[in-house]
């Protein structure tokens, strides 16, 4: 098991940038496939960015897509969501996840998740 803790959410203006990190528990970071999902009042959870075990590959949602830039740093045990360029839209709280798996976009094949980070982008 492992366990996500998020950090480094916050409210900031629209174009500005954040960077969210994950910190996860266990010494089996580096076996996990890593995520980043957010979720907005009245809408179902969004897939942002995803990464595989070893950072050498990456995906991402639409939405976001050219401005924010999943890492992962498995010394550290950490992975990281660089959001730059922010808009208003992306205001929602961010969860961070981990998959046996696949790299993959749907939260159903995450098994573990962070109790989320709240993101604000005022206009």
């Known amino acids: 098991q492992v366990q996500l803790v998020e950090s480094g959410g916050g409210v900031v203006q629209a174009g500005g940038s954040l960077r969210l990190s994950c910190a996860a528990s266990g010494r089996t970071f580096s076996t996990y496939i890593m995520g980043w999902f957010r979720q907005a009042p009245g809408k179902e959870r969004e897939f942002v960015a995803g990464?595989?075990?070893?950072?050498?590959?990456?995906m991402y949602g639409n939405s976001v897509k050219g401005r924010f830039t999943i890492s992962r740093d498995n010394a550290k045990n950490t992975v990281y969501l660089q959001m730059n360029s922010l808009k208003p839209e992306d205001t929602a709280v961010y969860y961070c996840?981990?998959?046996?798996?696949?790299?993959?976009?749907?939260?159903?094949?995450?098994?573990?998740w962070g109790q989320g980070t709240q993101v604000t982008v005022s206009s």
């Open positions: 996840a981990a998959s046996m798996i696949v790299t993959t976009t749907r939260p159903q094949d995450y098994a573990y």
């Open positions: 990464i595989d075990r070893s950072g050498g590959s990456t």
